[in-house]
């Protein structure tokens, strides 16, 4: 499975950085750019994703 995420839009050190803890993914984000992320091996459940603070997160369902 491919994640893409479509450039984070705050300048904020904050949003550079996804973090999937379960997965054990850490991504650099560049601003207004397509970032790409490959997902391997998904278990099912809920593997939540936040930034290194944990002010933007959410959560990916697989089932």
């Given at each position: 499975?491919?994640?893409?995420?479509n450039?984070?839009?705050?300048q904020s050190p904050c949003a550079e950085i996804?973090?999937?803890?379960?997965l054990d993914i850490s991504e650099q984000l560049k601003l207004n750019e397509i970032t790409?992320?490959?997902?391997?091996?998904?278990?099912q459940g809920d593997h939540e994703f936040h930034c290194q603070i944990q002010m933007y997160r959410?959560?990916?369902k697989v089932i």
């Open positions: 499975m491919t994640c893409v995420h450039g984070h839009k705050e996804m973090l999937i803890p379960s790409q992320i490959t997902l391997l091996n998904l278990s959410g959560v990916l």
